[in-house]
Nanobody
Framework: QVKLVESGGGSVQSGGSLRLSCAAS????????MAWFRQAPGKEREGVAS???????DYADFVKGRFTISQDNAKKTLYLQMNSLKPEDTAMYYC?????????????????WGQGTQVTVSS
């Protein structure tokens, strides 16, 4: 089993930046793809960005040009640099892992999840 622990969330004003981290431990050998998802109150969980072990990335249209996903394979850590944050980015952000990347950012493709870290953007 893979354990994922997110950190770095917080409260910022519109236009600000945050960097989320996700530390992976356990049976990380089989991880091929990692991703960030988010879920706002009353809304479904949606994919934000994914990255595979070779470094190929996919982004949701609503974060392209603002968010950057990256990873440090040696540290087994996933990152999400979020710039130009908007109030609509307010959500719980989750890290997830899978043994493949479909490129479609579907939550159903990911089997292991972290507990989430809250991001709140005020106007």
């Amino acid at each position: 089993q893979v354990k994922l622990v997110e950190s770095g969330g917080g409260s910022v004003q519109s236009g600000g930046s945050l960097r989320l981290s996700c530390a992976a431990s356990g049976y990380t050998y089989f991880i091929y793809c990692m991703a960030w998802f988010r879920q706002a109150p009353g809304k479904e969980r949606e994919g934000v960005a994914s990255i595979n072990i070779e470094g190929s990335t996919d982004y949701a249209d609503f974060v392209k040009g603002r968010f950057t996903i990256s990873q440090d394979n040696a540290k087994k850590t996933l990152y999400l640099q979020m710039n130009s944050l908007k109030p609509e980015d307010t959500a719980m952000y989750y890290c997830a892992s899978a043994d493949f990347c479909s490129g479609s950012l579907r939550a159903a493709d990911f089997g292991d999840w972290g507990q989430g870290t809250q991001v709140t953007v005020s106007s």
